[in-house]
């Protein structure tokens, strides 16, 4: 569409019937910045249709000027822990976090899957991939805190790690990661065990 028919479909009459039309996509750029009355005296626009294309300049403005925040990338148990450590900061349960990503490991959504006790938090592979699954997510990390702040993996988070690992092979969503926190430090269990 050229600049006339927008301009036509904005202000929902034809434009072209109007003799200054014409030179609204010779310098469209100057119009953009001229105020409501001006525009419309030039153009032959009433006073309403002056102010709608003068509010229309300046949304195209905001848009273009909007700048849309990167996602983060979680490339490193680093930066997973970084990210999730305020929403662990003070909890007295365990937290079980998945983290949708993208093919290029940036965040797509974060999610909560379990609040567990003081000392366990129980988590079953359906509730880690249900959202990735939905959200068509290339991978994920978990990640979860011990409330006691020493970040050293029990047996039970080897255990739900290696059904984790099962269950992403078979739905073709592997598992990156799984991050236990501690209140100041962490540990990645792809350090500690095979990770395909």
Not at 38 to 60: H, I, R
Not at 135 to 163: C, F, Q
Request: charged share 25%.
């Amino acid at each position: 569409m050229g600049d006339l028919d927008l301009t036509e479909l904005l202000l929902g009459r034809g434009c072209t019937e109007k003799g200054g039309f014409e030179s609204l996509s010779g310098d469209l750029a100057q119009f953009s910045m001229a105020p409501a009355r001006d525009l419309a005296g030039v153009l032959g626009l009433t006073e309403l249709e002056g102010l709608q294309l003068s509010a229309a300049f300046a949304l195209g403005r905001r848009v273009e000027t909007a700048r849309v925040e990167p996602r983060p990338q979680m490339q490193s148990s680093e930066a997973i822990f970084r990210y999730l450590r305020p929403a662990i900061r003070g909890v007295q349960k365990e937290r079980f976090f998945v983290l949708l990503l993208d093919g290029k490991h940036r965040l797509l959504r974060q999610e909560i899957v379990s609040e567990g006790t003081l000392t366990t938090s129980l988590v079953h592979p359906r509730e880690v991939f249900r959202p990735a699954i939905r959200e068509a997510a290339a991978a994920v990390v978990v990640a979860h805190n011990h409330p006691s702040g020493d970040p050293e993996p029990s047996p039970e988070d080897l255990e739900v790690t290696r059904r984790l690992l099962r269950t992403g092979k078979l739905v073709g969503i592997p598992l990156l990661d799984h991050v236990v926190m501690g209140e100041a430090t962490w540990v990645s269990l792809r350090s500690r065990m095979a990770f395909p």
